[in-house]
């Protein structure tokens, strides 16, 4: 609607405009005739419709006269904003009655049912789900409140209950859209609020089952349908649920005026003509359906219920433009992975010796199928010949993050992680290639299930545990072949200059890719050598070296390159290989060389184009894993000791700095938080803007901060409490699910050797690191064990940055013990907290302490001391940032509802939660929404604590177990109070199942205890 004509709006308080000027429309009386006149869409209306759709049974005394004057009132609106011409057009006198001859586009009314009807004949015609659902929702974009709100008399009331009922069943369809797409997280809080307002409606129920049932709550979807189908018509067999209104039997079939109204108007859902279009399940069908676990009833992706929309990854590193030979096996490998698909997932496996050209040949292939997989390629290096081979977890959740997963919703179990890779890959054709696998258990974890998708694998030895898996050998490569690849690169006039050397050079390097490709691009860079003093050189490295003759050949060809480096190229080619990571980005690696950005590009640029280091991605690098291990020997026997730990001192002070950088930006933290052991850095490190740079900067360095750790770890001479500050910033920036569990294992290789070292600052940090990471995780005796032993390597320190570590240790220990509901033990630790952090100045940490004393202290009835606490905390932590406010406020909530003030903490849990969620803090969020149900429920404001608690359920189900057992018990307690035990028991009985897996005794009792009093069913 737009322009200048005159405008109307009905699906809210009656309103017209006209351009941009709203017009008055007069007394209540008078909008009611306009409105009358607005639904009949141009057609007259008698005088008396008027009188008894406006007055009904009490017109008033000369009813006539009333709507004349109402419509002279409304022509003298319409004349004073549009003119007397177009009001006088507008509204017209016909016969005995009057007609409005507004253009239905100008009318929202209109517009709606025409769209109403567009949406009804997508489903009906079996249109994608998305389109039909965006029809749907711009319908509903039009309404702003109640159908002509604040409008009395019958014509007004018929018109909203029939407006309010076509809503209800575009809403319906909405639904059914949504449940069959799969891609709204925030879907059973919705149909649940619609199912407990509008009791009795078939499609309501079969969404809310659907819904619940797709969130892995199948005992929840089974008792909706048991507690609902005594208010449920009866369904007939093969009947859906697509009659939904009260009115109407559910599952009927359309007649000649299906899809529309008593009075004409649209109604979505039910244009289908019969047989036609998608006809959703009734709630008895489906009950079916689900008791059998029909794999149907997922969303039309499975990933899309983890991800808002399907990402087609692009893996595939940069193919060789000089590409040489081949020709048979990149033809058999086409073939294989193209001629397969469809059937069953086809994995080709290739093997062959190092430096045989297994992964320029992946590539190849993969590049040249790619538009057969048009949902993505995936390509992980699994690092099968490196010292430790990439364990398949890290390797899922990179999959998982190309494929749209958020990090917060990646489970931690390798089954859990991989059975969600096979669901977000059902139904595509996705090609996956895992370069250098280490063996069949590292690479059947990541075999899709799919069967439009296909896997490439490459490794060193044959893959024979792989059931089904095509094996490829490849050998060296001919003569031919050979001698064409070093032509195209050393270039073909000076290859014809020295005739016959080509060929002794290609023989000298074995045939193999790898080796000619070094030796051709040593002779392409340096336009003074021959051919003939090459292969002199070459034959001269041979006889050098004692290693076998595969390996002297490879070694050979790499000692040519390198021995004719200069002396700052060489430098950087042997610090390259001294960290233990698969790639090193251009500011760590200048770091690691101690110079420049632009220096250290110019170097490591050369090496690239010597092939002594590939570029996988733009300032990034990385070693060959032969070229590496040549690289390490050259390192040991030709850098210094001295040199050695002064390359990894610099990556080091570098890496923590800039991780600080990164922690103000993600977390805002106080001054003296910044550096609990007051490790001591030169570098002012990389400079971090915000929280997102900051977590994708911590991401992405992960390899390289656990290298630089395991440095520190190995060389004596390197200090251990940068290496525990460096893992106390991984673990409070990278907060992720993926990353906690090798976040632990860093910090316990920190604490064994600070524990060698009798270090016992870094050993009580890493070890706090480590009893943190076990909490988020659930694991909470280790996590005790672990805490305990930070508190007491601090235990007689009253001064020196180790207090810090002290106090942080002794509030991560309250909250461990509070969890497990041991709230008097908690609150002594969390109040020793509190003073710490007050004595080194630390208000932020001061009013977490606090916050944390008196949600345990009210627990044990000390309810002034500890609101007085609660208060305090909420006003340190206000001026610490928003997400410390937030939290401050969400500390205070939970004290006050404990000590009896229900409102006051149910205003400060909404706000917490509404800047939680702004803010995007997940697991808060989840939390600050638990304590809102929670606080509707024991007010028995049952259907506000359901809409709460189902609001942030799936949010708690990404983030934390035991807060998603909270959640379920609470909607538990609020489905008892509804008087719907089935469901009740269902959800109290899924919470009793997580908090025994936990651990957690008192919450399992707790819930026992509420199981064993609802009614049998």
Known sequence: MGGSALRFSLLGPLRAWYGEDEVDLGRPQQRAVLAALLTAAGRTVATAVLVEGVWGGAPPSEPRKAVQLHVSRLRAAFKACAGAELAGELLVRVGDGYALAAPDAEVDVAVWDRLLAEAGRLHGEGAPADGTREVLLRAQRLWDGQPLAGLAGPHAESVRARLLEQWLDAKELQLEMDVELGDRTDLTAEAASLALEHPGRPRLTAVLMRALYQAGRKAEALAVYEEARRTLPPERPGDGASGGGAGRRAGSRPGPDAGRDSDGTARPGGTAPAGGGRRADGPAALHLRILREDPALLPLSAARAEAPAWQAPHQLPAGLADFTGRESAVELLVDRLVGGVGRAVVVSALDGMGGVGKTTLAVHVARRVHERFPDGQLFADLRGADRTPLDPGPALAGFLGALGVAAAEIPLDLGERSALYRSALAGRKVLVVLDNAAGPEQVKPLLPGSAGCAVLITSRTRLTGLDGAHQMRLETLDPDEALELFTRIAGAERVAAEPGLAEEIVAACGMLPLAVRIVASRLAADPALTLAALSEALCDERRLTELDDGDRTVEATFALSYHRLGPDLARAFRLMALPDAPEISLPCAAALLGRSEAEADELLEALVDLNLLHSPQIERYGFHDLVRDYARGRLAAEEPAAERTAAADRLVDFCLATARNADLAARSVDPVEQSLLDAPVTSPGRPVADSAEAVRWMREQAGVHAAAIYLSCADPALPLDRAAELADKMGSVLFERAQTTVIADLAEVIAREAAVRGDNGPEALARHVRGIMLWHVNRYEESEREIGRA???????????????????????????????????????????????????????????????????????????????????????????????????????????????????????????????????????????????????????????????????????????????????????????????????????????VYERLGLGDDAAETRALLEALPEP
């Not at 630390?842 to 009013?847: D, I, K, T, V, Y």
């Not at 004393?853 to 609660?870: I, K, N, P, Q, Y």
């Not at 969400?890 to 229900?902: I, N, Q």
């Open 791 to 993: 508190v007491a390597l601090c235990e007689g320190v009253d001064e020196g940055p180790i207090v810090r570590v002290r106090a942080k240790a002794l509030l991560a220990l309250g909250s461990n013990l509070r969890i497990r509901g041991r709230y008097a033990e908690a609150a002594t630790y969390a109040g020793r907290a509190a003073e710490l952090f007050r004595r080194v100045g630390a208000e932020r940490a001061e009013g977490s302490a606090l916050g944390e004393f008196a949600f345990c202290g009210a627990h044990t009835g000390r309810v002034e001391e500890s609101r007085a606490a609660a208060e305090r905390g909420a006003r340190l932590m206000d001026g610490s940032g928003p997400v410390s406010a937030a939290t401050g406020r969400y500390y205070l909530a939970r004290v006050l509802r404990l000590c009896g003030d229900p409102e006051a903490a149910l205003v400060h849990a909404v706000r917490a939660r509404e800047e939680f969620a702004a803010l995007q803090v997940t697991v808060f969020e989840a939390a600050a929404g638990d304590l809102v149900a929670r606080i509707h429920a024991e007010a028995g404001r049952w259907l506000l604590a359901a809409e709460a608690a189902e609001a942030v359920l799936p949010l708690a189900g990404r983030t934390s177990r035991a807060l998603e057992a909270a959640l379920l018990r609470t909607l538990g307690t609020v489905h008892s109070g509804l008087g719907r035990p089935r469901q009740a028991r269902a959800c109290l009985g899924d919470a009793l199942a």
